[in-house]
């Protein structure tokens, strides 16, 4: 819980955020995991993931979104400052995330626009990172935390760039 209530607070885990290169990312992780494209048609942006956070990665290989899937009975995130993934328990309840975004000094208010219905979201308002969650009887439980950008400076690597092993 405390790297997902760090994650709300500085919108990153480790080297892993929106703006970040993915040569960078994997220069202190190692290479991620290919989990495909967003797009049938089109290679590029492309889906990584280091553990239960993933990436939604750019042509020119920037991420634009983290979307951390804590649904699982098992949530596995890097450890910042190492090459290793911790695994903790989840789902996590709306009490327990709140109270640790509390903890951390995190304000947050809801999201009210756009929320079908048995979901919930809260958003932190320093760092615009939402924090979903999926109703399950009388408490919520945490579906997924993310956060994205919606422009970015894209310079696509060159047609006769060397292989980055990531598509070029």
């Known amino acids: 819980m405390r790297i997902l209530a760090e994650f709300g607070s500085s919108a990153a885990i480790g080297p892993l955020h929106c703006g ?11 290479p991620p995991w290919d989990i495909g494209r967003v797009s049938k048609r089109r290679r590029w942006p492309h889906l990584f993931s280091y553990g239960d956070a993933e990436l939604c990665v750019c042509r020119c290989r920037r991420v634009t979104m983290i979307s951390v899937q804590t649904w699982r009975d ?10 290793t993934l911790t695994a903790s328990a989840g789902p996590l309840t709306h009490a327990q995330v709140t109270a640790e975004l509390n903890t951390m000094g995190c304000r947050f208010s809801p999201v009210t626009v756009h929320q079908p219905p048995g979901q919930l979201a809260l958003q932190v308002e320093a760092t615009g990172v939402t924090f979903t969650f999926a109703e399950a009887g009388s408490r919520p439980l945490l579906d997924s935390a993310s956060h994205w950008i919606s ?9 006769d760039a060397p292989d980055d092993g990531f598509g070029a």
Not at 20 to 30: E, F
Not at 74 to 79: D, K
Not at 151 to 159: F, S
Request: negative net charge; glycine residues 10%.
């Open 20 to 30: 970040a290169t993915l040569n960078d990312i994997a220069a202190t992780l190692g």
């Open 74 to 83: 098992t949530i596995e995130l890097p450890v910042p400052g190492t090459g």
């Open 151 to 159: 422009t970015h400076e894209c310079t696509p690597p060159a047609t």
